[in-house]
């Protein structure tokens, strides 16, 4: 997928020109909104973005605000970008679930490429073994971002978060690979992350209790790997 639909917002006016242009270089659609509320009534909208790129600094809801109600609705990725405290801002900011920060002024260019590799990590193929894989009666596709329960005799998608999927699809690429909690963070949440490891865990949690028929062993100490049977 390379035609994705980016939701920039950003309060000054000739900097979302310029950033809009660049996005738009790359064959994305973006839609521009200058303040927080605008951009609040659009996480209502049945079109969903493949990605949010928030300022902290907005008139009307500001961008905390704006990143709370967008993963209390859904868990599309979001880069924040901020001129304020930079170590704060980046702390409090990855806590509440923002999966990238760039801090103000930067280059157009390098909001390029960490889109990107964001995008590319959440929505790209993370193998090139494109076949569906059949585990325990699930039915995972990893072009699709799919997994179904052929055991409950329905054809209904498995409901996970981008990132207990991203999980999965990791360690049943390579079925029996031992991955660390290191290597399991940098693909899940990027070389940027800014957190304890104990987020792996409690991801591994939710996906046990929605696949409890996965056999997905911890290797105290070290990390997690999907085992056959």
Same mark, same amino acid.
């Given at each position: 997928?390379?035609?994705y639909l980016?939701?920039l917002?950003?309060d000054?006016?000739?900097?979302s020109?310029v950033?809009?242009a660049?996005l738009?270089?790359?064959?994305?659609?973006?839609?521009?909104?200058?303040?927080?509320?605008q951009?609040?009534?659009?996480i209502e /909208?049945?079109?969903?973005?493949?990605l949010?790129? =928030?300022?902290?600094?907005l008139?009307?809801?500001?961008?905390y605000?704006?990143l709370?109600?967008?993963?209390e609705?859904?868990?599309t990725?979001?880069?924040?970008?901020?001129? /304020?405290?930079?170590? &704060?801002?980046?702390?409090?900011g990855?806590?509440?679930g923002?999966?990238d920060? &760039?801090?103000?002024?930067? %280059?157009?260019?390098? &909001?390029i490429i /960490?889109?990107k590799?964001l %995008?590319?990590r959440?929505?790209?193929?993370?193998? !090139?073994?494109?076949?569906k894989?059949e585990?325990n009666?699930y039915?995972?596709d990893?072009?699709g971002?799919?997994? !179904?329960?052929q055991?409950?005799?329905?054809?209904?998608a498995?409901?996970? !978060?981008?990132?207990?999927m991203?999980?999965?699809l =990791?360690? !049943?690429?390579?079925?029996?690979?031992a991955f660390s909690?290191?290597?399991?963070?940098e693909?899940?949440?990027?070389e940027?992350y800014?957190g304890s490891? $104990?987020a792996?865990d409690?991801?591994?949690? $939710?996906? $046990?209790?929605?696949?409890?028929r996965?056999? =997905?062993?911890t &290797?105290y100490?070290?990390g997690? $790997?999907?085992l056959?049977?």
């Amino acid at each position: 997928m390379s035609e994705y639909l980016i939701n920039l917002v950003e309060d000054e006016e000739n900097l979302s020109e310029v950033l809009k242009a660049y996005l738009e270089q790359e064959g994305w659609q973006v839609d521009v909104f200058h303040d927080g509320d605008q951009a609040r009534a659009a996480i209502e /909208r049945k079109q969903k973005p493949h990605l949010w790129i =928030l300022d902290i600094m907005l008139p009307g809801t500001d961008g905390y605000q704006l990143l709370k109600a967008i993963k209390e609705k859904e868990d599309t990725p979001v880069i924040f970008i901020s001129a /304020r405290d930079q170590d &704060l801002d980046r702390v409090l900011g990855l806590e509440m679930g923002s999966d990238d920060y &760039l801090a103000k002024p930067f %280059l157009p260019q390098e &909001l390029i490429i /960490r889109a990107k590799k964001l %995008l590319n990590r959440v929505y790209g193929v993370p193998t !090139t073994d494109t076949k569906k894989i059949e585990l325990n009666q699930y039915l995972i596709d990893p072009v699709g971002r799919i997994i !179904t329960d052929q055991e409950a005799n329905h054809d209904d998608a498995i409901d996970l !978060t981008t990132k207990e999927m991203d999980l999965i699809l =990791l360690l !049943t690429a390579e079925i029996g690979k031992a991955f660390s909690r290191e290597k399991i963070i940098e693909h899940v949440w990027g070389e940027n992350y800014f957190g304890s490891e $104990r987020a792996v865990d409690d991801v591994v949690r $939710r996906v $046990r209790k929605k696949m409890p028929r996965i056999h =997905l062993e911890t &290797l105290y100490g070290y990390g997690y $790997r999907v085992l056959s049977s």
